[in-house]
């Protein structure tokens, strides 16, 4: 046991080491540290405000250890007793009000945002309304002031608050948009609330914070904000009666197949995701991003065989749903070109 310690004392500062440089490593979408909304900003404000007290108050007392380590040290010789100053007034009444102090200086801004961001929109006509269904593994926005549903992606407009009523149909999840604003849990059975602002238009990536199973890591989704003339055209494009493809037997199949747990328009079940429009979207299954592949090749290699992209997953694949390749290549390729034009 005791020849291994060399072996650990070499190996222990390089782990440190590797700690430290892969903790920098990550997306700059993921990051707490580059907010782009008001939300994730006082947010970040506070997280600065906190660990900046904290860095002094660290900082004052080291310094103060060490300049009585050398200032009062006992020199060669030195017997005497040195000063005491238990029952000093003064040095009592100094570190019983700095401490208030710095506290007074935490707590009113924490206080203050904590109960501010909290604030519930849900009744706020002005804010756009938005349910969130957690599902293994994929995420169901439904907008209940505009009738209706999609998933994956949330189109949001920038000139509005987002009112979030968060909920979980199978375990725990955590809904979290890490440029936006910090995360909220989604529970089973119980209904969380949590606001977001969108200040300017782009694509920000969502996460489960919640260990919620094999898949975990792959639960993503996209917050898409769009200005309000675009918001409003997809809402209407989702209204737009449902696209069917144009072969008879290839819709039949689709409808048997596909749209007993998905859903395009009016048509289908809501057990899996909504596919409306699901050719625009940037990702397939949240995780297949269509610049690469492409969307057509992504949507036949999800439909031939899902659990080979998310373990757990619980769409079956193409064999289990009796289909042939070439009805796996035909309702790909009309899901790729079912776009929605906002």
Known sequence: ?????????????????????????????????????????????LMKLSIGIMALVVVVVFIICIYVLIRFRRRQGDKTIPKQVEGNHTLEIIW????????????FPTIRDVFGLAK???????????????????????????????????????????????????????????????????????????????????????????????????????????????????????????VMPADAEIAEKFTSQCLSCHAVGENGGNSAPNLTGVGSRQ???????????????????WITEPQKYKIGAMMPSAEDNSLTAEEVSSIAKYLAEYKLDY
């Open 283 to 301: 990702t397939v299954g949240g995780i297949l991003y269509n610049d690469e592949a492409g969307v057509e090749q992504n949507l036949h290699d």
């Open 96 to 107: 019983t009000v700095i401490p208030l102090v710095l506290l007074l200086i935490l707590g």
């Open 1 to 45: 046991m005791m020849n291994r310690w060399p072996v650990m004392k070499r190996l222990l500062p390089l782990l440190t080491g590797l700690v430290l440089l892969l903790s920098a490593c990550g997306r700059e979408d993921l990051s707490t540290l580059n907010p782009q909304g008001p939300v994730a900003e006082k947010q970040l404000d």
């Open 120 to 242: 519930d929109y849900s009744k706020d006509k002005n804010a756009v309304q938005v349910k969130v269904t957690a599902h293994q593994y994929w995420w169901e926005f439904e907008y209940t002031d505009y009738g209706i549903t999609t998933a994956q992606e949330l189109i949001v407009p920038t000139d509005k608050k987002i009112s979030f009523e968060l909920v979980a149909a199978d375990v725990k999840h955590s809904f979290w948009i890490p440029a936006i604003g910090g995360k909220m849990d989604t529970n089973p059975g119980v209904t969380n609330r949590m606001y977001l602002e969108f200040p300017k238009e782009g694509v920000f990536r969502g996460k489960c914070a919640e260990l919620c199973g094999p898949a975990h890591a792959l639960m993503d989704f996209k917050a898409k904000a769009v200005s309000p003339s675009s918001f409003d055209r997809w809402v209407a494009a989702m209204k737009a009666p449902a």
